[in-house]
């Protein structure tokens, strides 16, 4: 079994080599829609590598800014579904780009299934971004009439501790998201370094001011401070948006 290390650089070079790659041929033209999808999961990982092998947080937020823009696009130029992704508008929060995080709390899903978790886990962040506390409670009882997803309960007690601006009650949900990190079938990557679902709910409580302790190795803490950065970098096309 490959140790964290090697896993992490070995991920990280062939990321790499594959954005590189996706790159050139969308400057030919070819084939846009699932290149532009990739580069979602590559930024991602260079987060990941950012965080954990350089330790250079804000080079992080500038890859989840990426991540969430490659997102943005295809949902806006291809009608992708919003809420088929449960992480792209955590990417756009742990960005920290005030604007993007705008953008993602009013974007529409024209394909919504109101009983999937993955629409209720985006929604009820949107929710609590734009401050709808009504529409919070409905994602909060769809979340948890998940019995298939038992894993993502945790994400029910921290919406419903931020509805009721109950500190204690987000903090328990975001314990149980750590206890249950391994159970929710995650990438290899993913299960040994990193909770988005733990340190995105962290930074949307610190979002709205309440500023809520984590102690685990999976939410790195100097992530989850409120920081903007002067100037993010994105890719050509997406100036498009």
Known sequence: MQSNQQLLTETYYETVASEIHHLEKLKEHREEMPRIASLEQVNVVKAYYAMFQEQDFDKARQYFYKAALSGEYMIKRYNWRFNGAINLIGYAVLS?????IKRYSLLPDHYANEH??????NKAIQDVLTGKRQDLEKQIA??????AFA????????????LRDDQEKVETGLQKLIR???DRKLSDLQCRYFSTEAAVLTKLAYRIGMYVKTDSSLVPQPILP?????EYDGYEFFKEL
């Open 96 to 100: 920290d780009h005030s604007g993007l």
């Open 142 to 147: 769809v979340i948890k009439a998940q019995t």
């Open 180 to 182: 249950t990190h391994d």
């Open 226 to 230: 409120l920081r903007e950065l002067y």
């Open 151 to 162: 894993a993502y309960h945790g994400c029910a007690d921290v919406f419903e501790g931020l």
């Open 116 to 121: 999937m978790l993955a629409y209720a886990y």
